[in-house]
C-alpha cells in the first residue's frame, strides 16, 4: 500500500487526522516518534530555516530537495504545502510530476498570485486568482497525478484576503467541481468562530482541512464535533520550538559564559546519536569494513 493510499485511508477511517510542520529529517523523525499521523513539508518553516520570509523566494527545487531529505528518513505520508504551484496550470502539470516523485502523498494548493505574501503576516499583500483560472489549476493538477490515491488540496484564501464567508463557500464548491479532493480553510482571526461557522454551513462533498495557528483555542474535540474536518495541520509549531529552545539556550551561554549550566537542560549528545541511527551504523561497520 502506497503512502498516498494509506493518507487516504486513514482519512475515511478514522475521521480526523493531525499533521505536524517538518522543516528538516531530524524534524520528521521528532514528529513520527510523538505519533503524527503525517507530516506537513512546511513552505513556511522552510523559508525561516533559510532565515528568509515566506514570499515564493524559495524556489521549487530546494523545498523538493527537503522534501526528498525528509522522505527518505519518515515512514509518514508528506503533505506538500506548494504555495501557489510555482506558476499557472502548466507550471503546476510540472510541479505535481515533480513532488508525487519526491515522496509527496499530497499537496495543497492555494488560490493566491505569484508571489504569495504568507497568510499571517500582518498588512500582507493578499490577492487572490479568478475562480475559473484557479479551476484550472486543480484540475491540471488532479490530470498530472500518477497515483489517483495522492490528494489534491485547494486551499481558498477568501477569509483572508477578507472576502467574506459567501465568497469562500462558493471559491471551495468550485474548486470540489474542478476535481479537489479536499478544501483548506484558513483564517487569521485569533478565534475559531470564523472557521466554525464555514464548517457548519459547508455543504459540499468533500472534508475540510484547517491550520489552527492563529486559533490555537480549536482543539482536536471541537474540530470532532463539526463533523466534517478530515485533517488538522500544524503549521509552524515546529520551527517555533526549535526557535523558542535555541533563543533560550543561546542566551544562557552567553549569560553564563559558558555551557557549564545549560548542557544538563538539553538532551544528551547519546540523544542525538540515536535519532542519527548510530546504532545501525555502527553494526554496518562490524559486518563490512574488513
Known amino acids: 500500500m502506497t503512502k498516498a493510499k494509506i493518507l487516504r485511508t486513514q482519512i475515511a477511517e478514522r475521521g480526523l487526522l493531525h ?139 477568501a477569509l483572508i484576503a477578507g472576502l467574506g464567508e459567501p465568497e469562500a463557500l462558493a471559491r471551495a464548491q468550485a474548486y470540489v467541481e474542478a476535481g479537489a479532493d479536499l478544501i483548506l480553510i484558513h483564517s487569521k482571526k485569533t478565534e475559531p468562530s470564523e472557521i466554525e461557522s464555514f464548517s457548519r454551513k459547508w455543504s459540499g462533498s468533500v472534508p475540510l482541512v484547517i491550520v489552527p495557528n492563529a486559533y490555537p483555542d480549536l482543539h482536536a474535540d471541537r474540530v470532532k464535533a463539526l463533523g466534517n474536518i478530515a485533517m488538522m495541520i500544524y503549521g509552524n509549531y515546529g520551527i517555533r520550538a526549535a526557535t523558542t529552545a535555541m533563543q533560550e539556550t543561546f542566551r544562557r551561554i552567553i549569560a553564563d559564559g559558558g555551557v557549564q549550566n545549560v548542557h544538563k537542560d538539553i538532551v544528551a549528545v547519546e540523544e542525538v546519536f540515536r535519532l542519527q541511527g548510530m546504532k545501525s551504523t555502527k553494526l554496518n561497520e562490524q559486518r563490512y569494513l574488513r
Open 19 to 157: 499533521i505536524m510542520a517538518s522543516h528538516s529529517p531530524l524534524s520528521a523523525i521528532l514528529a513520527e516518534e510523538a505519533g503524527f499521523d503525517g507530516l506537513w513539508a512546511s513552505g513556511f518553516e522552510l523559508s525561516a530555516l533559510y532565515g528568509l520570509p515566506d514570499m515564493s523566494l524559495i524556489s521549487m527545487t530546494q523545498h523538493l530537495d527537503m522534501l526528498r531529505a525528509i522522505a527518505g528518513r519518515s515512514s509518514l505520508p508528506i503533505v506538500a504545502d506548494i504555495d501557489t504551484g510555482y506558476g499557472n496550470a502548466i507550471n503546476v502539470i510540472h510541479t505535481i510530476v515533480e513532488y508525487e516523485r519526491a515522496g509527496a502523498s499530497a499537496v495543497v494548493i492555494e488560490d493566491k498570485t505569484f508571489p504569495k505574501v504568507t497568510s499571517l503576516a500582518p498588512g500582507g499583500r493578499q490577492e487572490l486568482l479568478r475562480v475559473e483560472e484557479f479551476q484550472g489549476k486543480v484540475e491540471a493538477a488532479v490530470a498530472a497525478r500518477q497515483d489517483s490515491d495522492f490528494l489534491v488540496i485547494a486551499r481558498t484564501e
